[in-house]
């Protein structure tokens, strides 16, 4: 027989046991846990495709003028008419302004009257001069007096000078008050109406003639841009593939390809671009000074772009990069250079090849990571027609 102790031992030993062994049944065998694999995970790809556009910058110009020139009164008077109409094409000489004659007509008259009194006085005092020199190869008179007769002469001949001077003068304000156009162009609006007093103190502006056609686009570029489009150009062969368009604010294209001209040698330390400057033909007037437009600059570059969809490219603080699997469907971060679109795919034109797969919205992945590749199925949009 057992005794109270001895059963209770019993007991005890039972229950343990019993907790023992659901305890291991519970745990995990450590092989199992070892030797489970992870899931592969599935991605959708696109396959990087070359563009078939050539690389354009698109830059903000501004339209300028050919040649300005301002209209100014050159003479003080009277406007007396305005002879031509605002914004007319007018040609070099044509006249625009008239201002008041008269005064200037009596100038003239009261300087060829002076110009006439100079002229008597003057034949007057040669022949005294001549009729000294007799006299004084006859010893009728001293030296000294002829001496002084002929600097007489020579004074009047010069008080006749400054008298046809003066003549000129009057004659070529007389000139002026038929205010003309230096140049051809379109002659702008007048700053001045009929009876206004012009050119008291200064050459009073009275309208402005602008050549506009040709005409000129100034227009801005960043320095790294402006650096390889030189370097381009300087290798002579990319010359004729440069080309020049404008879009207008309406979003038309302008049908006329214009020519560079120059870009700055200095960079604006503000904004690190350099003044550029191209020359339109502007046959009908469509392009005006002032005008603001979308510059179009297709670069020549030896390497051709390749694009890839907008959810393919993600960008941080270090760059734009692409998750790329290679052929043992494993993937890589990619650093590629994106600035542009076309459509709604990014124009790569460094970091990428055509033919490489990119993932769509990869960015969870870890490099190096293997993955099952899905080619996704994708619509792209066109780029937009440029006629």
Request: proline share 5%.
């Amino acid at each position: 027989m057992y005794g109270p102790g001895e059963r209770m031992k019993d007991v005890v030993k039972g229950a343990l046991l019993a907790l023992a062994v659901l305890l291991q049944g519970c745990e995990p065998t450590g092989k199992t846990a070892e030797t489970q694999t992870p899931a592969v995970p599935k991605v959708d790809i696109a396959t990087v495709t070359p563009s078939t556009e050539p690389l354009t910058t698109r830059l903000t110009g501004r339209m300028e003028a050919y040649r300005t020139a301002e209209v100014r009164a050159r003479v003080e008077g009277i406007v007396e008419a305005r002879t031509y109409r605002e914004g007319q094409e007018v040609k070099a000489g044509t006249l625009l302004f008239r201002i008041d004659p008269a005064p200037l007509k009596a100038e003239l008259a009261a300087a060829e009257a002076e110009l006439a009194q100079a002229r008597a006085a003057a034949d007057a005092a040669e022949d005294i001069a001549k009729r000294s020199k007799q006299l004084m190869a006859d010893e009728s008179i001293s030296a000294q007096q002829y001496r002084k007769d002929f600097f007489t002469e020579k004074q009047a001949r010069a008080t006749e000078k400054a008298a046809e001077a003066k003549v000129q003068s009057a004659r070529l304000k007389l000139a002026y008050a038929n205010v003309t156009s230096p140049i051809a162009g379109r002659a702008r609006r007048a700053e001045v109406t009929e009876g206004a007093l012009v050119g008291q103190d200064e050459g009073t502006k009275l309208t402005t003639v602008e050549q506009i056609d040709p005409i000129y686009v100034n227009f801005a570029q960043p320095m790294a841009d402006s650096l390889a489009l030189r370097q381009s150009l300087q290798n002579g062969k990319n010359d004729s593939k440069l080309i020049l368009r404008l879009r207008l604010s309406n979003g038309s294209t302008y049908p006329l390809n214009g020519t560079l001209l120059f870009s700055d040698w200095a960079v604006d330390e503000k904004t690190d671009t350099v003044a550029m400057r191209a020359i339109f033909d502007n046959p009908d007037h469509l392009l005006l000074p002032g005008m603001y437009v979308q510059v179009e600059l297709q670069q020549p570059s030896e390497k051709q772009a390749v694009l890839i969809p907008q959810q393919a490219l993600t960008r941080t603080r270090e760059g734009a990069y692409a998750m790329v699997v290679d052929e043992t469907n494993h993937v890589h971060s990619r650093p590629i250079s994106a600035d542009t679109l076309e459509g709604n795919q990014w124009r790569v034109t460094d970091g990428l090849n055509a033919g490489e797969r990119v993932i769509l919205s990869g960015s969870a992945l870890k490099d190096g990571q293997a993955v099952e590749p899905k080619q996704a199925t994708l619509t792209t949009q066109p780029v937009a027609s440029k006629e």
